[in-house]
C-alpha cells in the first residue's frame, strides 16, 4: 500500500541497514583497488583514513597549527555569517512582499531571476565587488539562498487565511500586532524547513569559494590534499562536512518542533 506507516523500530534498522552497506561496499571497493596497486592513496584504506585524520587533527610540524581546528573555525564563521545575513534579509523581503502588493510587484522580477543565477558562476562578480577576504564569502552565501528563501516566505504569507487576517483587524489590531503575532507564526515553521534545505547549497557556495581563493578552511585543504592525491585526508574532511550539515538539519528540525509543535501533526 503507497504510503502505508511501518514501524519505528523496522525504519531504524532500514536506515542502519543502509549505513552498514555503504560501509561495506567502499571497504570492498578499497580492498579491490590496493590489490591491483598496495600504494594506491586514490581510494584510500581504513588505515589511512586514519592516519589521514590523525595528520589533520595533530598540530603541523611546519604551520605549528591543526589543520581541523583552523578550518572547522574559518568555514564554520563563514558559513553561519552567510546563513544569518541571508535568512534575515530574506525574511524581511518575503514577509513585505506577501503583506504588501506594491512591494510584491516590484520585487517578485528582478528575484525570480536573481534566482536562477548561480552563485558559482557569479564569483568573479563577487571578486570585483567585494575583494577576496571574508566579505566575499558571506556575500556569496547570502546571495545564493536569498532569493529562493524570500520566494518561499512571500508564497507562505499568500497561502495565509484571509479569514484570520480580518478576525484579527475586528478585534483592533494593528497592521504590525497581524504581521508579527499572528502571520509570522504561520510562516515560522516552513521558514525552517526552507532554511533545512539550503543548508547544502550554502555549503557548496562557502566551499567553491574557498576552493578558488581561500588560504584556510575546509574546501582550501580539500583542494590542496587532493592535489597531492592525499585522499585520506581529503575523506575524513567530506565525512565531517556531512556530520556538519547533519547535525545543522537536526538541530533545526527540533528548533522547530519546540517552536511550532502544532505543525508535525499540520504536516502529517
Not at 544569518?84 to 530574506?90: D, K, M, N, Q, R
Not at 547549497?201 to 587532493?226: D, K
Request: charged fraction near 15%; proline fraction near 6%.
Amino acid at each position: 500500500m503507497i504510503r502505508r506507516p511501518i514501524p519505528k523500530s523496522l525504519a531504524l534498522a532500514l536506515g542502519l541497514a543502509s549505513v552498514v552497506f555503504l560501509l561495506g561496499a567502499y571497504t570492498l571497493l578499497a580492498r579491490w583497488q590496493h590489490q591491483k596497486n598496495p600504494d594506491d592513496t586514490t581510494i584510500p584504506s581504513w588505515s589511512q583514513i586514519r592516519q589521514g585524520l590523525v595528520t589533520a587533527i595533530e598540530v603541523n610540524a611546519r604551520t605549528d597549527e591543526r589543520w581541523l581546528l583552523e578550518d572547522a573555525k574559518a568555514s564554520g564563521a563563514r558559513l553561519f555569517a552567510g546563513l544569518i545575513v541571508g535568512v534575515a534579509g530574506a525574511l524581511a523581503l518575503g514577509m513585505l512582499m506577501g503583506c504588501f502588493t506594491p512591494v510584491e510587484a516590484w520585487c517578485n522580477p528582478p528575484l525570480s531571476l536573481l534566482a536562477k543565477i548561480p552563485p558559482t558562476a557569479a564569483l568573479a562578480v563577487f571578486f570585483v565587488l567585494v575583494g577576496t577576504e571574508g566579505e566575499m564569502y558571506v556575500t556569496m552565501i547570502a546571495f545564493g539562498i536569498l532569493p529562493t528563501l524570500a520566494m518561499t516566505i512571500f508564497l507562505a504569507v499568500k497561502e495565509f487565511p484571509e479569514e484570520l487576517q480580518f478576525k484579527a483587524y475586528t478585534l483592533g489590531a494593528s497592521h504590525a500586532e497581524v504581521i508579527w503575532t499572528i502571520i509570522f507564526p504561520h510562516v515560522l515553521p516552513k521558514l525552517i524547513d526552507a532554511v533545512r534545505l539550503v543548508i547544502g547549497p550554502a555549503m557548496v557556495f562557502l566551499i567553491a569559494a574557498e576552493m578558488l581563493v581561500g588560504s584556510v578552511g575546509f574546501g582550501y585543504t580539500i583542494r590542496l590534499q587532493s592535489k597531492l592525491l592525499n585522499m585520506g585526508v581529503v575523506y575524513p574532511y567530506l565525512a565531517l562536512l556531512a556530520a556538519f550539515g547533519f547535525a545543522m538539519d537536526y538541530a533545526l528540525y527540533q528548533l522547530q518542533r519546540k517552536l511550532c509543535p502544532w505543525y508535525e501533526g499540520h504536516r502529517s
